[in-house]
Nanobody
């Protein structure tokens, strides 16, 4: 399974970005899809996760600002990021858990300037 992430970039504080992650396999079979972020030298942390049933989890630091969604017809998971802060600057990775295993996409860099 391949996951292709896109949508990162440079944005000013208070701005918005939408990340997309397209899977090479039908997303309907993915139990969980999510976004994680990792700064150099730090542990990768979960940002937002969505289950096949639509249940969502958000890190406390992004609640009320980020929204995760999935479009199974497009095999894609999205992360809408609003009211971005400089501390949101990170490399963001998408992940999908299929019955065959857990897969990761390449990272996409999000940089928020103050």
């Amino acid at each position: 399974v391949q996951l292709q992430a896109s949508g990162g970039g440079l944005v000013q504080a208070g701005g918005s970005l939408r990340l997309s992650c397209a899977a090479s396999r039908s997303a309907e079979s993915a139990n969980v899809m999510g976004w994680y972020r990792q700064a150099p030298g730090k542990t990768r942390e979960a940002v937002a996760v969505i289950t096949s049933g639509g249940s969502t989890f958000y890190a406390d630091s992004v609640k009320g600002r980020f929204t995760i969604s999935r479009d199974n017809a497009k095999n894609t998971v999205y992360l809408q990021m609003n009211s971005l802060k400089p501390e949101d600057t990170d490399i963001y990775y998408c992940s999908a858990k299929f019955p065959s295993g857990n897969y990761w996409g390449q990272g996409t860099l999000v940089t928020v300037s103050s």
